[in-house]
């Protein structure tokens, strides 16, 4: 699911007060489908196996470099922000 642009009641205008475009999803569940879409499902075995093995710190900053790798800043803001929720 792709996040949608928010401005007031209708989420899927653009912010024209700052004339920014802003990502948002509305609810966790559609934050983590999102964030999953962009690996397969091999990936994310891999990374599941690894992190059960045990990853050094290094392979681990690897795999956030990659994993960030998939996301423009904006998905990863609008992520960050629904995952606090």
């Known amino acids: 699911m792709r996040p949608s642009k928010s401005k007031g009641d209708n989420p899927k205008e653009i ?11 509305f609810s966790r569940e559609e934050a983590i489908q999102f964030g999953l879409s962009r690996f397969t499902s091999e990936e994310i075995a891999v990374y599941q196996k690894a992190k059960k093995r045990g990853m050094t710190p290094e392979q681990e900053k690897m795999a956030i470099q990659i994993a960030y790798s998939r996301f423009s800043e904006e998905e990863v803001a609008a992520l960050k922000e629904a995952l606090r929720q």
């Open 15 to 25: 912010n024209t007060k700052t004339e920014t475009s802003r990502l948002h999803f």
